[in-house]
């Protein structure tokens, strides 16, 4: 497994969570990552993607302004923060890597982790 995700968990509609996904720095350093979800029975979601070098983001129009995506580059870790979750934003998140964002909105994933689930009641 190249990738760890951690942060899970359930809570409350408005509430937050942060999520996790620990790389190799082999991948970090070199490939876009992001973060998908799928809940059952939905087709699955780019939620957020940015590249290795700070710049470019992506956000599901559904998240902007209540994820933000970060990378710490001296840990190789990238960073999910939820805010203001809402139920229908309950779905596993799978954190993911390909070596660039165009790979990574074509569902192209390289790598992938095996998910934590996030699930939020009203």
């Known amino acids: 497994v190249q990738l760890v995700e951690s942060g899970g968990g359930s809570v409350q509609a408005g509430g937050s969570l942060r999520l996790s996904c620990a790389a190799p720095?082999?991948?970090?350093?070199?490939?876009?990552m992001g973060w998908y979800r799928q809940a059952p029975g939905q087709v699955r979601e780019l939620v957020t993607a940015v590249i290795s070098i700070a710049g470019s983001e992506y956000y599901l129009d559904s998240v902007q302004g209540r994820f933000a995506v970060s990378r710490d580059n001296a840990k190789n870790t990238l960073y999910l923060q939820m805010n203001n979750l809402k139920p229908e934003d309950t779905a596993k998140y799978y954190c993911?890597?390909?070596?660039?964002?165009?790979?990574?909105?074509?569902?192209?994933?390289?790598?992938r982790g095996p998910g934590t689930q996030v699930t939020v009641s009203s």
């Open positions: 720095g082999s991948i970090f350093s070199t490939h876009a």
């Open positions: 993911v890597a390909s070596p660039t964002l165009s790979l990574l909105h074509a569902y192209e994933f390289h790598y």
